[in-house]
């Protein structure tokens, strides 16, 4: 299945089901992806083959919450009797709402990062 068909697939199922349903079977997902992680490392290992269907699911539920996340635009308002550096005025679309996903999720990368060398530098 490609992209516009899983695309197309998400968003089905998201006005068919319902945004309450969808998010709560994300969260089951999590949850059965949190069980299958601790049932594999009581028995010493993480890679599991109910961790990898599980890892699955979950990763198809946050693609679908991202898609939909995708579609609802942000605005800045420009007060009247001003434009911005495109000369544009009044309401305009600056992105979606997955963009602070994206913004977030870059932040904790560097910060990842940054600990990482620090615990590195401290080893040597």
């Known amino acids: 299945m490609d992209r516009q068909e899983r695309e197309q697939l998400y968003n089905t199922a ?13 969260i089951e997902e999590m949850a059965e ?16 083959y109910a961790v990898s269907e599980e890892m699955a699911d ?3 539920c ?5 898609v939909r996340m995708k579609d609802f635009p942000t605005f800045k308002t420009i007060p009247d009797g001003y434009t911005d550096a495109d000369g544009d005025s009044g309401m305009v679309r600056t ?3 997955y ?8 932040s904790k990368l560097q910060r990842l990062k940054e600990r990482l060398v620090e615990s590195i530098n401290e080893k040597v």
């Not at 963009?99 to 870059?106: L, R, S, T």
């Open 33 to 48: 992806l949190t069980h299958a992680l601790l049932g594999a490392r009581r028995n010493n290992t993480f890679y599991t």
């Open 99 to 106: 963009d602070q996903v994206e913004h977030i999720k870059e």
């Open 14 to 26: 998201w006005k068919h089901w319902g945004a309450a349903m969808q998010v709560d079977i994300l």
């Open 95 to 97: 992105g979606c709402i």
């Open 58 to 60: 979950v990763l198809i």
């Open 62 to 66: 946050l693609e679908q919450f991202e």
